[in-house]
């Protein structure tokens, strides 16, 4: 891309230089979700349509746009940039676990959904904010896990499909 | 030097590049070891779905130096998936192996025992005592096993109703030297752990601060960042 770009292509380096800068400059974090926004309130935590009392948690403001382009969500968000991981020393405190216990302790939030992702660190994460929920008596939910629409058993693999069987409902 | 399907866990793991992972396993037959997991992260990788934590898994690897080649990765067999606390405190197991043992130094008795506390804290409740007998077994392991039964001063047996003093990588006093760091410990409660027999309450929190104590020589400087996440 660099030889592309000083080759054929300076005009579109520039405006592409301006651009990150510009980004750079001026994107920085929404003050209540902590997603990337161009002004200090986001343009969800700002709207009026979007409904306070439901909060999804999750783990990347990627995660944001996933759960806006299915178009299913009306509530607010809290992105935690990032998740717990020991290891690397990353702890409550590195993923706003203080700005997310002010929110709830707010009184507008009824319901945590937590949608962080389904790996071990994901579910850790998960857990922990669950009980930081409960402690301030709040529902906390979790996203359901299992097999993919459209998909065949026959091609999940096992722990999916163990995790589905496990938490089967009834029709 | 190619090494071929065994059993080991994957104590840590974390993105390299575009499609990588790299990671720190703990195998059974090579004890903690560095590798590199080309592409792990590609949809169609063969490693995807397979290199969890606190799975049963049989890897291969080739390579020499620092970080070997995963070439090999497998389920090995059916297991219970952690939550909630359980799985944090398999988060501080794994951690503290991290920080405690040495690439490339075996340890299958460790590793058994590893095995052992994961299958334990699958069932909940029993958090405390499968964490603080890991540690005695890790201990024990490294060369550092706990002394529980004598007075190291008097060579007289620990009684249970006396209040010790113990001094890491020595043991137990009755009257230790002024100048000596120790924790206080009552003697029911070395016993216990001799017996690995942790269920009163109070033992058990002794337990936890007499390991507590003595860990934090063997781990370096750095608090572990997995005791944050319990309170």
């Given at each position: 891309m660099a030889f592309h770009l000083l080759q054929r292509n300076r005009d579109g380096a520039q405006r592409l230089a301006e651009a990150l800068l510009a980004a750079m400059a001026g994107v920085n974090h929404c003050e209540?979700?902590?997603?990337?926004?161009?002004?200090?309130?986001c343009a969800i935590c700002a709207?009026?349509?979007?409904?306070?009392s439901v909060l999804c948690v999750v783990e990347n403001p990627a995660d944001v746009q996933s759960i806006e382009q299915a178009a299913a969500f009306q509530g607010k968000y809290f992105v935690l940039i990032g998740r717990l991981s020991p290891l690397d020393g990353v702890g409550p405190e590195a993923i706003g676990i203080d700005k997310l216990k002010n929110l709830l302790n707010g009184?507008?939030?009824k319901e945590v959904i937590i949608a962080t992702g389904a790996t071990a660190e994901g579910e850790a994460t998960a857990h922990y904010i669950g009980e930081v929920a409960r402690a301030t008596g709040l529902r906390a939910t979790r996203i359901a896990h299992g097999i993919p629409l459209g998909g065949e058993l026959e091609y999940v693999d096992s722990t999916t499909l163990s995790h589905a069987i496990a938490c089967r409902r009834d029709l | 030097m190619r090494v071929d399907l065994h059993s080991a866990f994957v104590l840590h793991q974390r993105s390299y590049r575009e499609t990588s992972l790299l990671l720190e396993i703990f195998s059974l037959r090579s004890g903690r070891v560095g590798l590199i997991a080309k592409?792990?992260?590609?949809?169609?990788?063969?490693f995807r779905g397979a290199l969890q934590f606190f799975r049963p898994l049989l890897l291969a690897w080739a390579g020499r130096g620092e970080l070997a080649t995963l070439v090999g990765a497998e389920i090995d067999g059916p297991f219970s998936a952690l939550s909630g606390r359980a799985l944090l405190s398999a988060f501080y197991l794994n951690e503290l192996l991290t920080r405690v043992l040495h690439r490339d130094d075996p340890h299958p008795a460790l590793f058994a025992a590893y095995r052992q506390a994961l299958e334990t804290l699958a069932?909940?409740?029993?958090?405390e005592p499968a964490l603080r007998l890991f540690e005695k077994r890790l201990l024990e392991d490294i060369g550092y096993g706990l002394s529980l039964r004598?007075?190291?001063?008097?060579?007289a047996p620990i009684e249970p109703e006396r209040d010790y003093y113990y001094q890491s990588d020595k043991g137990p006093w009755r009257n230790p030297p002024a100048h000596i760091d120790t924790v206080k410990v009552q003697g029911r409660t070395l016993i216990a752990l001799a017996a690995a027999l942790l269920h009163e309450p109070e033992v058990l929190s002794e337990s936890k601060r007499l390991m507590r104590f003595i860990l934090a020589s063997h781990i370096g400087g750095r608090p572990l960042a997995s005791r944050q996440l319990f309170n």
């Open positions: 209540r979700c902590r997603n990337l926004s161009d002004i200090p309130l709207s009026e349509r979007r409904d306070p009184g507008e939030v | 592409g792990a992260n590609r949809q169609r990788s063969a069932q909940a409740g029993n958090e004598f007075d190291v001063d008097t060579n």
